[in-house]
């Protein structure tokens, strides 16, 4: 028995002796490619698209750009919402007054406030995934009342929500705005985006029939290929494919796309190019906290992976996952629903590690060409610190979640073998969720000299607990040392949140301590960068990780 194995069996024994938990055994084969690391996390969106050019959304969007190896992509909703009553963008509300008629009904098009959103976007490399809605004022079949009224029992599902009154109108308003995209920033940059058509029309996002949704699919696929025969279109973006009656509507617009009569050509098909699907969790305040269920989220996934596999003409078509997040209200606060408490700390950023890697688990097993999936969570303006909105910083300071997508962005390559005897599996969580024992689980990946390892302590019950011991092994090492660095983010890491409250939670910040929140809201390092010895191509790192941690460890040959 060598003195590593020997040293192994005392720590355990001691570890036995005082009580203490055995620690979990990860293991990395950086040797045994798996597939590769697709950046597909590198999506986000957001409902209020004028707080894209606001102080602190430009702040956020140099970061998300920043953090990622490629162009992220941003998807807005209301980039044709016209203006109305109100003075200026809400909660879950935004314009840009792109249309509207004169006295004779003739179309006035204004692209002055769309401009300075894509103009944002591009300016920092970022790319829009285009939404096409909503339905402008005057050219909708109802226009009255048309702002909606963000509170309880409030009117929101108005004008805005309704068919056009001119199906050729709406085809042209598209034409003109993709026309208008090419002639600003030329066609190579607008072949690169991707467009979309509305937002979940099989709930009140739309108040016309799945009939009257097809036209307007058709009618503004018929305007965009006329401007840009090389854009690419896709959707339906609809809700959680969990519910048989969203599955029903995902799947018999496919249907009417591949072998439907087109409304707008009269011929039989419509452009396709990707499948557009939302997936959702649910968090419940149950017994005093919050228990989220991740499962339902991945049973949303698997269901469209289902449902475009069922489509032999689909092999490999690109999907997006146009909202991929815990629940299901980004613009509701914690003091609107307890249960939106999870927001602000570690658990959703363990719960966002965890999920994301069965995700690409779930694309392994269905076999689909997974393009993107939106992370709907951008910031709010004018709101209280840490007010428990689903966002990635508040008043331009980072929230632990965000240092998440800081770790992926340190991914790519291939993701290499993982195998831990402590970790579920996406069919785990599907069927139970994360209820029995903590999921402590990992996703490594090997590019050039680089190997990376995310290693999280997730649990769907958000109440304290110690931590886990974790023994790391990453095998397949050809050299005899590597350089290692080890991230963190937990309740003294990279955590902006902890930090407020340690200053006593203000609402009124000094310039001192906002400085202060900055910093603690930037990944953080748990130790200076250390030397460590390869022996046979093997090295293990042993360390405790807190409940709702999440660790990155970087290896660097």
Sequence with gaps: MNRFSLLCI????????AGQPMPVSIQVDAAKPVGEMKPFWAFFGYDEPNYTTRKDGQKLLTELQQLSPVPVYVRAHNLLTSKGN???????????DAYREDTNGKPIYNWTVVDSIIDTYVKRGMKPLMEI??????????????????????NIWTGWTYPPKDYDKWRELVYQWVKHSIDRYGKKEVTSW???????PDIAYWSGTFEEYCKLYDYAADGLKRACPECTIGGPHTTSPRSDKAYSYLTRFIEHCLRGQNYATGKVGTPLQYIGFH?????????????????????????????????????????????????????????RDPKYGYRN??????YTASSFARIYELMDQYNVNLR???SWSFEFEDQPWFAGFRDLATHGVDKPVLNIFRMFGKMGGQRVAVQTDRGFSAANIIASGVRSQNDVNAIASKSGNTISVMVWNYHDED????????????????KNKVQVRHYRVDDRHSNSFEQWKAMGSPQQVSAGQYKTLEKAGQLQELASPTSKAVADGTTTLTFDLPRQGVSFIQLTL
């Excluded at 005392?10 to 002796?17: A, D, E, F, N």
């Excluded at 003409?313 to 509701?332: H, Q, S, T, W, Y």
């Excluded at 700390?345 to 363990?350: A, H, L, V």
Aim: glycine share 12%.
């Design 372 to 374: 993107g999936a939106v």
């Design 10 to 17: 005392l720590i355990l024994c001691c570890r036995v002796v």
């Design 86 to 96: 109100s003075p200026g963008p809400d909660l879950k509300w935004g314009f840009t």
């Design 463 to 478: 109440v304290p607990g110690p931590a886990t011991p974790v023994q790391l092994t990453i095998n397949g090492l050809g």
């Design 133 to 154: 809605g909503f339905m402008p004022k005057d050219l909708s079949m109802k226009p009255e009342p048309y702002e909606h009224t963000w509170s309880k029992g409030g």
């Design 279 to 335: 997936a959702k969790g649910n968090p419940e305040f149950v017994d005093g906290h919050i228990r989220m269920n991740m499962g339902v989220q991945l049973k949303d996934i698997q269901r469209a992976f289902e449902a475009v596999n069922s489509f032999p003409e689909l092999k490999n078509i690109p999907i997006i996952i146009g909202e991929c997040d815990p629940e299901g209200c980004a613009a509701c606060a914690v003091t």
């Design 194 to 200: 991707l467009w979309e058509v509305w937002n979940e």
């Design 345 to 350: 700390g570690t658990m959703y950023s363990s």
